[in-house]
């Protein structure tokens, strides 16, 4: 299969996109700067790491005259400023110069921590991602936003910082949990519901094949992901205005996020479903969009197993409106003591507000909380018979 390559043009700091299978392999022939002379440093994670061994075999064949690996435990936990110490240590205490390379092998968690690393360490070394994720594959990996998470709040401490190329090896998917994959896919239909009905309506004629990981499907469905994002990052790099459109559901996932504490139980792209439902909820109310533009996108994420309600969260999600609010009025996006949210007029048509009254807000907030009760019959307001969310969870726990 012909590789994909989608230019980000950002003059001295554009970078090319890779993706296509068996990319790993021929890493070398992706990295934009000669090798020889150059210490390269690997950052993963223990769910990857012989992922990232062997792009330390690779790097030494090519002539990096040292290699060296950290692997961090997997997940949300790992974006700390705890660990961002423990990388910045690793790296002056293993002789990095600014001529290095810091390679991140991993989902978005590696690559927006080792990401934040690079961009500090030396006041800014040259580094490498290589997604292994779909998440990161169509959108953490792709215009430069790096970081941690703080108890205020995700992504809250970080810095623009952008990669000198990215390799989206595809085959890297094949070892992904089932769960991971729904979430990443997530991230794919967000692009449609931006700005690209006609993406949106392939998505949903294809949907489930790039799910099941059909080669041709999967690295349409990237390029495209990667193509929009390249437009919208190449219009606005520092998100002071049109990149906001990227976290159309996003103001309300994080919080959820927040709220969970990062514990496993709702993975960032499970968040992004979850609040972008939230999201047509508020753009319903307000009267942008219609009720049957809801029902389609919920249709479709329901379509492929990922989910649309709070009461997904197991256990129960100990949290209240007034929290969640807390958290929201922090999000990097909010301007003074204004929220910012991502609303649609129609799928393929959002557009950012702040002209959105906070008791709209808690209404929708207080009916996603109350999704979690179950009626006499068995069923959840949402229609899904109780028991469904837990079946769905631990049917996909095998695989991990």
């Not at 594959?137 to 205020?152: C, E, L, P, R, Y």
């Not at 896919?185 to 519901?193: I, R």
């Not at 301007?335 to 906070?358: N, W």
Request: aromatic share 8%; with cysteine.
């Amino acid at each position: 299969m012909e590789t994909k390559i989608v230019t980000i043009d950002l003059d001295t700091r554009g970078y090319d996109i890779y993706i296509g299978p068996g990319l790993l392999y021929r890493l070398s022939e992706f990295v934009p700067v000669e090798v020889e002379g150059r210490a390269i440093f690997i950052v993963t994670d223990e769910n990857v790491k012989s992922y990232a061994k062997a792009v330390q075999n690779i790097m030494l064949e090519a002539g990096a005259p040292r290699c060296e690996m950290l692997v961090l435990p997997p997940g949300e936990k790992t974006k700390s400023f705890r660990k961002l110490e423990e990388v910045c240590g690793w790296l002056l205490d293993n002789g990095v110069h600014r001529n290095s390379i810091v390679m991140a092998v991993g989902g978005g968690v590696i690559g927006d921590l080792a990401g934040f690393a690079a961009s500090t360490i030396m006041r800014g070394v040259s580094y490498i991602q290589i997604p292994t994720t779909l998440l990161a594959q169509v959108d953490s990996s792709v215009g430069g936003k790096t970081g941690i998470n703080t108890a205020q709040g995700k992504n809250l401490v970080g810095a623009f910082y952008q990669p000198i190329s990215v390799v989206a090896d595809i085959e890297t998917l094949k070892t992904l949990p089932r769960r991971e994959l729904l979430a990443g896919y997530a991230e794919v239909v967000k692009y449609g519901l931006i700005n690209d009905l006609g993406f949106f309506q392939w998505l949903e004629d294809n949907g489930n094949d790039v799910c099941n990981l059909k080669p041709e499907d999967v690295v349409y469905a990237i390029e495209k992901s990667a193509k929009a994002k390249a437009e919208i990052v190449q219009a606005d790099e520092k998100e002071s205005g049109r990149r906001g459109l990227l976290n159309l559901g996003h103001t309300f996932g994080h919080a959820l996020e927040a709220a969970a504490k990062y514990d496993g139980r709702l993975l960032h792209g499970e968040a992004v479903a979850i609040g972008t439902m939230m999201a047509f909820d508020l753009s319903v109310r307000l009267g942008h969009c219609s009720r049957e533009d809801y029902e389609r996108v919920e249709t479709h994420f329901s379509s492929v197993g990922l989910p649309t309600s709070v009461s997904f969260i197991e256990p129960g999600l100990k949290t209240s409106i007034e929290a969640l609010m807390e958290i929201m009025k922090k999000d990097k996006k909010a301007a003074g003591d204004k929220m910012t949210f991502v609303v649609s007029s129609g799928i393929g048509e959002a557009f950012l507000t702040q002209d959105v009254p906070e008791s709209v807000v808690r209404d929708v907030l207080k009916d996603a909380l109350g999704k979690s009760t179950t009626t006499k019959d068995g069923f959840n307001k949402q229609g899904r018979k109780k028991g469904i969310k837990g079946l769905w969870k631990s049917a996909f726990s095998s695989q991990s």
